[in-house]
């Protein structure tokens, strides 16, 4: 037995007790395992899935939001950064107005990896210092350490010590 047998076991119980928000749970969970695998279009096809069936329940913008960041996941892993920004910037719009301050934390990381791979160094640092100040008020130590390290490097990047020394 292995993690997708279960999971596929998991979503015919869920989908036959008809639990909608459960179902899009374990879809996620499966979409996850193929971006993973780097099976990009199954977990596109699969986050697609979950996604319809999100924006159809109440009160649940903060897991479209996660779903909409696991498609952005999918494109950046593929390097296609400029798609990975559009599902990014749309899970932000919508983690903003879920007030989910974990997953803005998330994505704004993940924004800030895309520009600072492309050598967009103060575009980068912008965003990094967004998501900064959240890092802290959520008590993330781990991601704020990450985030000073990412504006360390795209100042150094930039031949500008004197900023990442700071």
Known sequence: ??????????????????????????????????????????AIEIYQQALSIAEKLPNNRSQEAYIITGIGDVYNNQEKYQLGLKYYQQALTIAREARDKSRELIILQEIGYIYL???????????????????????????????LTAIGDA????????????
């Open 1 to 42: 037995v292995n993690a997708a047998d279960l999971w596929q076991q998991s979503l015919a119980i869920v989908q036959e007790i008809q639990n909608k928000s459960l179902e899009v749970i374990t879809l996620n969970q499966i979409a996850n395992a193929y971006l993973n695998q780097k099976k990009y279009e199954k």
């Open 117 to 147: 791979s492309q050598k967009q160094y103060e575009q980068s640092i912008k965003i990094y210092e967004q998501a900064l100040p959240i890092a802290r008020e959520v008590k993330n130590k781990s991601r704020e350490g990450n985030i």
């Open 155 to 166: 100042y150094k990047n930039q031949e500008k010590y004197e900023p990442a020394l700071k």
